[in-house]
């Protein structure tokens, strides 16, 4: 599963739908926004994909780049990805293993996951994808699959990426429909800002639901085909 699937904790409970991943199989090579540790990386080793991870914490980045040893087809960046260029942010780092960090402070997440907090903060400068890209010499034409898990900003990463949108097939991500954390995106600002660059969705898979209600999904996004 692409997302990483987080056990709910408290009043909350999990939905544990599988997730197919068959639009793999049509993908060309994978760009991963917030890796973590890389967990995904067997997943796309089976369908031998050449793979961009960037992942903007630096202890959790030398974790994913000692993951990826013996994947030669995957490499690391150590980036923090948003809709600006060398914009500073207090980016928050959560107390497991990273996977919650974001540079948003923790609101709803809490009735999901009361034990996730953060621990300290650390000061990073922001890059957008298309720049990223052109620093690293990567070719997008490599690459028609954006993949997202940047708890609550993945908004941003889309509006920086947008130069590059028309060079994509598919987008994934993980988004809820509430106010996880504060200010973030929901899945209905991602639907409607695809929509205007002629994505539409593909399925929806449902991991865990707010008791009070809200959902967190995965949610893949697919290029409408060209009627002209």
Request: aromatic share 10%.
């Amino acid at each position: 599963m692409l997302s990483r699937v987080k056990g709910v904790l408290g009043r909350a409970r999990s939905l544990v739908t599988p997730v197919p991943e068959s639009f793999l199989k049509n993908a060309r090579g994978v760009i991963h926004v917030g890796a973590n540790a890389g967990q995904e990386r067997d997943l796309y080793e089976q369908y031998r994909l050449p793979v961009v991870w960037v992942e903007p914490i630096p202890e959790v980045f030398d974790q994913l780049k000692a993951n990826l040893t013996g994947y030669s087809r995957q490499r690391a960046y150590q980036y923090l990805v948003t809709d600006a260029d060398d914009k500073e942010y207090a980016f928050h780092i959560s107390n497991n293993d990273g996977k919650s960090s974001s540079i948003l402070e923790l609101k709803l997440h809490k009735d999901i996951w009361p034990d996730v907090a953060f621990t300290k903060s650390v000061t990073l400068r922001s890059v957008t994808l298309p720049s990223l890209l052109r620093q690293e010499s990567l070719d997008i034409r490599k690459y028609d699959t954006l993949i997202m898990d940047t708890q609550g900003s993945e908004l941003l990463v889309l509006k920086g990426a947008a130069p590059i949108l028309p060079d994509l097939t598919f987008v994934k991500t993980e988004v809820s429909d509430f106010e996880s954390y504060e200010g973030c995106c929901q899945l209905a600002d991602i639907s409607r800002f695809l929509a205007q660059h002629g994505f539409a969705e593909r399925e929806r898979h449902p991991f865990a639901r707010r008791a009070e209600g809200g959902v967190y999904y995965d949610v893949t996004y697919e290029r409408a085909p060209s009627l002209g």
